[in-house]
């Protein structure tokens, strides 16, 4: 099966004039039908593995980016792009082909998971490196030229305890989310930008990040940086950032803060006065 361009990403724009803010989101193949969709052409996946899709996708963003571009359209040109395709097959935020090591120096999961079969991994590199061509030609065209570029994630509450991911992580969540034990996992920062390596060196618009974190100081929110991850050389965000190193900005947001409810193991739906109030603290540290 050869998806097309429509079927593997989804872009749109905002205001008028040339780009100036790219807003990237490279976990954002957040609906069922897009899961399925891609796991249907493979065969032998984990039983129940669309709970792992449900647990691990970034919820929100694509409602958050919406109404950030919508608050900013009369002040500049806004490009968005949303992936579609989901990060539980192939993670279009991953540099692929690397070893488990590599990943887990950088806290992050697989490129390509092992539980996908070997014979399918060509296929997922394809669409990978079709996102990823599309994404570079934006990159350049908007921060090239001066523009800035904002990777937008969400990211569950806690940091629960799965060292790995295989055959076995749809049971191993199940584990970690039951109730008694999932109160005792550490909570993780409401936000977090993704600001610096392991190195401590700094790869961020560090003018942008100030005015985000003065931005949510006064809605009584810290902002980390770095706190849950470092950017690291396993993801695309750290290759974009090494780029243009004073033009990116990597923003986590904790889900339960832009969701109804959070509930792991199902579909999940944006709170839309949670995005609202969100968009309104991230568009105050764009406008010019």
Same mark, same amino acid.
């Given at each position: 099966?050869?998806?097309?361009?429509?079927?593997?990403?989804?872009?749109?724009?905002?205001?008028?004039?040339?780009?100036?803010? !790219?807003?990237?989101?490279?976990?954002?193949?957040?609906?069922?039908?897009?899961?399925?969709?891609? +796991?249907?052409?493979?065969?032998?996946?984990?039983?129940?593995?669309?709970?792992?899709? %449900?647990?691990?996708?970034?919820?929100?963003?694509?409602?958050?980016?919406?109404?950030?571009?919508?608050?900013?359209?009369?002040?500049?040109?806004?490009?968005?792009?949303?992936?579609?395709?989901?990060?539980?097959?192939?993670?279009c935020?991953?540099? !692929?082909?690397? *070893?488990?090591? =590599?990943?887990?120096?950088?806290?992050?999961?697989?490129?390509?998971?092992?539980?996908?079969?070997?014979?399918?991994?060509?296929?997922?590199?394809?669409?990978?490196?079709?996102?990823?061509?599309?994404?570079?030609? !934006?990159? +350049?065209?908007?921060?090239?030229?001066?523009?800035?570029?904002?990777?937008?994630?969400?990211?569950?509450?806690?940091?629960?305890?799965?060292s790995?991911?295989?055959?076995? @992580?749809?049971e191993?969540?199940?584990?970690?989310?039951? &109730?008694?034990?999932?109160?005792? /996992?550490?909570?993780?920062?409401?936000i977090?930008? @993704?600001?610096?390596?392991?190195?401590?060196? /700094?790869?961020?618009?560090?003018?942008?990040?100030?005015?985000?974190?003065? &931005?949510? @100081?006064?809605?009584?929110?810290?902002?980390?940086?770095?706190?849950?991850?470092?950017?690291?050389?396993?993801?695309m965000?750290?290759?974009? &950032?090494?780029? %243009?190193? *004073?033009? @990116?900005?990597?923003? =986590?947001?904790?889900r339960?803060?832009?969701?109804?409810?959070? !509930?792991?193991?199902?579909?999940m739906?944006?709170?839309?006065?949670?995005?609202?109030?969100?968009?309104?603290?991230?568009?105050?540290?764009?406008?010019?």
């Amino acid at each position: 099966m050869n998806p097309s361009d429509d079927q593997l990403f989804h872009t749109k724009n905002y205001g008028k004039g040339g780009p100036q803010l !790219l807003i990237e989101l490279p976990h954002g193949a957040v609906n069922t039908e897009e899961y399925q969709f891609f +796991a249907q052409q493979i065969p032998s996946l984990p039983e129940n593995l669309i709970d792992f899709f %449900y647990v691990n996708t970034d919820v929100g963003t694509p409602e958050l980016a919406h109404c950030i571009a919508q608050n900013l359209k009369e002040h500049m040109r806004i490009s968005i792009i949303r992936s579609r395709i989901p990060r539980t097959l192939v993670d279009c935020n991953r540099v !692929l082909s690397l *070893s488990p090591e =590599e990943y887990r120096a950088g806290k992050v999961t697989p490129g390509i998971p092992c539980y996908v079969p070997q014979q399918d991994h060509e296929w997922l590199h394809q669409i990978h490196q079709r996102y990823t061509k599309k994404v570079d030609e !934006l990159y +350049a065209s908007i921060c090239q030229q001066g523009g800035s570029a904002l990777i937008l994630h969400s990211y569950s509450p806690k940091s629960v305890g799965i060292s790995s991911v295989d055959q076995d @992580i749809v049971e191993k969540l199940h584990w970690a989310y039951e &109730a008694d034990l999932y109160k005792t /996992w550490p909570t993780r920062p409401k936000i977090d930008i @993704i600001a610096k390596t392991k190195e401590g060196e /700094w790869l961020c618009d560090m003018k942008r990040a100030e005015k985000l974190q003065q &931005a949510y @100081i006064q809605n009584d929110i810290t902002v980390g940086l770095s706190q849950t991850y470092p950017m690291h050389p396993s993801t695309m965000a750290f290759r974009h &950032a090494k780029k %243009y190193p *004073s033009q @990116i900005i990597c923003l =986590e947001i904790r889900r339960d803060l832009l969701m109804k409810e959070f !509930l792991p193991f199902a579909p999940m739906y944006a709170c839309q006065k949670k995005i609202e109030k969100h968009a309104q603290t991230i568009t105050k540290a764009y406008r010019q």
